[in-house]
């Protein structure tokens, strides 16, 4: 196996069990690997520190294993079985009133450049590195043997999410059996999830807990749920006992997708669905609702986006919180992962300050559990929001 050596003194964030080795710590380099190759990573004196996939880039190790193991199948099998261990232990795998989780959640599960979520009998992977790529097949065969009879399908979503530089041909497709989108259940609401035509791995499961807390807040308000993708705040907010919901997305399959899906759950609901932008929605609504969600995609996905992201944030929460009625909350989010929880709160801040209302902080929310964050990388905490009380 080719070696890495570090240079001396940065072995240091290895031993802290960090998951990523980056280019400017590497002092040489034996051998010629290819992108997405198993590597040793060795200290200046030549003492094993980890072993991981080596790629094309700033992090140019992401390790899987800091112990000297063989990296077979019984491997691959023991680290998803402990990450259904996890699931099953904070009570969503094997739950009947729950069949929509995630299994794999990159570094926060000692797998980097794997995501992979269930929904029902279907397994979808979606890979951010060749390595895990490359192993696809494998990947499939061992959640098989783990899921047995209950797993049907497993689909790779991997097309947009490989670095584009690595040229390998990845395609959308089923790896093992098939299956067409179907209806999954989350704490016993009904929603459709398609993973081959919609985002992500077809539904935003990182908003559960968040979802359930807005149907605690939401009796007797007025909603409004902003980018709403597939309606899964709305639905939470009707049976929360909300006396009307409005859901608002720029896509108009996401409002027939809502519209469905609040239909699924619900006979009769004061609900309406809106195709329209974010912003310009916002600006004609003067003082409707009582509680609004603002849960728009990612902002920035690099670094020399921040800035501009940022002031979206500003501008957005400005809006929705100089609108909502007094005595109204506003949820708010950001899912991007360059946009650390100090600027997010700072954003936000920021806007509530040019409303000049006063505002209270509820709570500070972030992923769910099967969403975990290694203590040891702290950039896996991607998802922030804050629940704000306004007067």
Known sequence: MVKIILKPGKEQSVLRFHPWIFSGAIKKTEGNPAEGDLVEVYSANDHFLAIGHYQIGSITVRIISFEQVAIDSGFWYQKL?????????IGVAENPHNNVYRLIHGEGDGLPGLIIDIYNDTAVMQMHSVGMFRIRHILAQTLKDLFGDNLKAVYDKSESTIPFKANTGAKNEYVLGNSQACEILEYNNKFMVDW???????FFIDQRENRKLVESYSKDRCVLNMFCYTGGFSVYAIRGGAK?????????KAIELTKHNV???F????HEAFAEDAF?????????????ILDPPAFAKHHDALSNALQGYKRINAKAISKIKPGGIV????????????????????GAAMSKRSVRILHQLTQPADH??????PEGEYLKGLALYVE
Not at 244 to 252: E, G, K, M, N, Q
Not at 339 to 345: A, G, L
Not at 372 to 377: A, D, L
């Open 81 to 89: 079985h402990q990450a259904y261990q996890v699931r099953k232990t």
């Open 196 to 202: 081959v035509e919609g985002q992500k791995t077809g």
């Open 244 to 252: 009307l919901v409005h859901s608002v997305d720029s896509s108009d």
């Open 263 to 265: 239909a699924s759950n």
């Open 267 to 270: 006979a009769d609901a004061n």
């Open 280 to 292: 310009e929605y916002l600006n004609k609504i003067d003082d409707k609702y009582d509680l609004i």
């Open 331 to 350: 949820f708010t989010f950001s899912c991007s992962q360059v946009v650390n929880k100090d600027q997010f709160r700072q954003a936000v801040f920021s």
């Open 372 to 377: 975990p964050v290694s203590i040891y990388h």
